[in-house]
C-alpha cells in the first residue's frame, strides 16, 4: 500500500528550529520529485519547497530561501524538510506530495494538482512565543 506519513511538527518559538520527515512505502521513491506544501488556517495550500528526482535539484520560494532545506534519502524512502529561523507566518499544516518529475517546475501555482500522485496526511507546525 502507498504512503507518505509526515512527522516531526509541534510547536516552536520565533527563531526555532524543526525538521519535518516524510516517510514513504509502498513505492520506489527514486523516481518521483517529492514537494513539500503547507496550509495555513484560512487560507489554500501552497508549495513551499521540491526536491527533483533524477538531478535531485531543489527548490524554495522566496520566503523559505535560506531558511529551510529539502533534503532526500532514497535508500531510507524518506524526504526531509529542515527549517530554522522560523517565523509565525511559517504556522501551517505541513505535507508532502510525491508527483512526476514535472512536479517542481509547477509547485509553486495552482498547477501542481496535475502533478501530484500521493499526499501524506500531514503535520502541524505552530510557530508562537
Known amino acids: 500500500q502507498l504512503q507518505l506519513v509526515e512527522s516531526g511538527g509541534g510547536m516552536v518559538q520565533p527563531g526555532g528550529s524543526l525538521r519535518l520527515s516524510c516517510a514513504t512505502s509502498?513505492?520506489?521513491?527514486?523516481?518521483?520529485?517529492v514537494g513539500w506544501f503547507r496550509q495555513a488556517p484560512g487560507k489554500g495550500r501552497e508549495g513551499v519547497s521540491c526536491?527533483?528526482?533524477?538531478?535531485?535539484?531543489?527548490y524554495y520560494v522566496d520566503s523559505v530561501k535560506g531558511r529551510f532545506t529539502i533534503s532526500r534519502d532514497n535508500a531510507q524512502n524518506t524526504v526531509y524538510l529542515e527549517m530554522n529561523s522560523l517565523k509565525s507566518e511559517d504556522t501551517a499544516v505541513y505535507y508532502c506530495?510525491?508527483?512526476?518529475?514535472?512536479?517542481?517546475?509547477?509547485?509553486?501555482?495552482?498547477?501542481?494538482?496535475?502533478?501530484?500522485?500521493?499526499w501524506g496526511q500531514g503535520t502541524e507546525v505552530t510557530v508562537s512565543s
Open positions: 506530495a510525491a508527483g512526476s518529475r514535472f512536479l517542481c517546475q509547477y509547485y509553486r501555482g495552482s498547477a501542481y494538482t496535475h502533478y501530484v500522485g500521493h
Open positions: 509502498g513505492f520506489t521513491l527514486d523516481y518521483y520529485a
Open positions: 526536491i527533483g528526482s533524477d538531478d535531485g535539484k531543489t
